[in-house]
Each structure stands twice: as C-alpha cells, then as structure tokens.
C-alpha cells in the first residue's frame, strides 16, 4: 500500500484546510486510515482515525469539533477537514493505514503498518 498527502500549505488563524490522502496498491486490504502530525521538536501525535469495517470515526481532544475525517471509497482516498485551525496545529501531517484495526493502538505508530511523506501544515496568527 502507497499513500500520497496532498492539501497542506500556510492559512491564517481561524482558516480551513483539506487534506487529501490517496492510497494505491492492495487497498482492499485497508481496515484502519489515521492521520498523525508532528510539530517541531515533538513526538508525533494521533489527530484522527476512520475504521473501514465499523465505519467509526475517532478524533484527538485537541482537534474534536474543529477537524473531520472522512472517506471516499471510489477514490480510494481520505480526507482530513479542518476548520478553525490554531497556530498550535502547525505541524507535518502524515497519514497512515492498516489492515487491521487494534482498539489498544490505533491511537499510536504501533497500529499501522504504512504511511505517507507527510504534508506541512502551518497556521499563522
């Protein structure tokens, strides 16, 4: 499994921003799509994650309400919405994938097996 992140760039406090993450090869195979970021000298975190089999959507605290993760199975493509965007969320975004979805680490690195290059996302104020 191949995923390209597309839709990152700079946006003013309070904008919105889609990103797009496309996935090719074995993607029948695909359970779990997340998205994680990382911020300059910090770990990277969870954002959001979409389960293919149960059709549940999970989001960080920190972006609940502001960010929606959805999903377009003819395009084989996810995508990342994010609404009232904080200079806090200034970050490299990565999506990831799964064949599986683990309840005890879909939250962590440790629950997928592929990911993106990642795409800058900075929010001025």
């Known amino acids: 499994v191949q995923l390209v992140e597309s839709g990152g760039g700079l946006v003013q406090a309070g904008g919105s921003l889609r990103l797009s993450c496309e996935a090719s090869?074995?993607?029948?195979?695909?359970?779990?799509m997340g998205w994680f970021r990382q911020a300059p000298g910090k770990e990277r975190e969870f954002v959001a994650a979409v389960i293919f089999s149960g059709g549940g959507t999970y989001y960080a605290d920190s972006v609940k309400g502001r960010f929606t993760i959805s999903r377009d199975n003819a395009k084989n493509t996810v995508y990342l919405q994010m609404n009232s965007l904080k200079p806090e969320d200034t970050a490299v975004y990565y999506c990831?994938?799964?064949?599986?979805?683990?309840?005890?680490?879909?939250?962590?690195?440790?629950?997928?097996?592929?990911w993106g290059q990642g795409t800058q996302v900075t929010v001025s104020s």
């Open positions: 090869g074995r993607t029948f195979s695909i359970d779990t």
């Open positions: 990831a994938a799964d064949p599986n979805y683990s309840s005890s680490y879909y939250r962590t690195d440790l629950g997928y097996a592929y």
